[in-house]
């Protein structure tokens, strides 16, 4: 690994390493509104034509809305550049920081840093994928299948929509 660049200050350091076509970047400390200039500084400047760039977080305290301000603006910076940004180890506060503020939708989250020859295995979910995390829809309200609950459902139907045409609120304006 090459080390490219530093960043140290009273309360942030950040490092950033270069593996073959991968960037490591390593942060510790905290990121707030004091520091966050220098940090987006120095993750708009990382050196192009890294296939990804994976942020370590598991020395980082804190991250303020600064903090994930500079991440997605350089998440979307990187993206232009054809570069993917990954966000690894964070520490229990981090990674609910950013899964209360819903960065883990936009920026991939893994739990463990990746050795410089992988890849991270992101990207879209398939449907199944999907599914499988969602428990099963429920049916509201008892089973209505036999013949006499059909005929009551019906006039259920009505009378509701009934109330509810009764509830309309009145128009205003000019009269038809």
Do not use: Y
């Not at 120095?42 to 305290?61: F, Q």
């Not at 990674?95 to 463990?112: A, D, E, M, Y």
């Amino acid at each position: 690994m090459i080390r490219v660049q530093a960043l140290s200050t009273s309360r942030l350091d950040v490092t950033v390493d270069a593996a073959g076509d991968a960037l490591e970047v390593r942060v510790a400390g905290e990121i707030d509104i004091a520091n966050v200039d220098e940090f987006r500084v120095l993750l708009w400047s990382l050196p192009a034509g890294a296939v990804t760039a994976r942020v370590d977080l598991s020395g980082l305290e804190f991250l303020s809305a600064a903090g994930i301000r500079a991440l997605i603006a350089a998440h979307l910076r990187l993206r232009a550049r054809g570069t993917q940004l990954v966000l690894c180890r964070p520490t229990p506060l981090v990674r609910r920081i950013l899964r209360i503020s819903r960065v883990n939708r936009v920026i991939p989250v893994i739990g463990t840093a990746l050795p410089a020859t992988d890849q991270p295995a992101v990207g879209r979910r398939t449907a199944e994928q999907r599914g499988a995390d969602r428990p099963a829809p429920r049916r509201p309200g008892p089973d209505r299948s036999g013949p006499e609950k059909a005929t009551s459902d019906k006039a259920g139907q009505r009378a509701w929509q009934s109330s509810a045409r009764d509830a309309l609120p009145v128009r205003c304006g000019r009269a038809a």
